[in-house]
């Protein structure tokens, strides 16, 4: 976890993922208008951001990559690869954010809650 990271607190981040989902903003929008025939790419994001930076180096040398909507559902928030993601400047690209991660609910499920039974019941 990075200090920029921990620094930001949980009911911080369900407002940033639920301001992001309603919005659902389409960057780079300038690349056409996105129809019935756009390819659409979906990458599941974790928290590995070298795995990333890596991906999205290969996808940019694709060819017809800029004809594309790139669409990147997070299980986290991390403004790290927030920025990576938001650098793309080769295709149209969408984030959405699962509102119910163990890192905005830790102590509730799908974290772990006191109620839960014992892991080794």
Request: hydrophobic share 40%; proline share 5%.
């Amino acid at each position: 976890e990075t200090v920029e990271q921990s620094s930001i607190n949980i009911s911080d981040i369900v407002l940033k993922i639920s301001e992001a989902n309603i919005h659902q903003a389409i960057h780079n929008s300038f690349y056409g208008p996105i129809t019935n025939i756009t390819v659409i790419i979906v990458v599941q994001v974790h928290n590995r951001v070298g795995y990333l930076r890596n991906l999205l180096s290969s996808l940019s040398l694709a060819v017809g990559i800029e004809t594309t909507l790139l669409i990147f559902s997070h299980d986290v928030w991390d403004e790290e690869i927030n920025r990576v993601v938001r650098s793309i400047d080769f295709t149209q690209t969408l984030q959405i954010f699962y509102p119910f991660s163990i890192q905005t609910h830790p102590n509730t499920f799908p974290g772990e809650s006191p109620l839960d039974c014992p892991r080794n019941a």
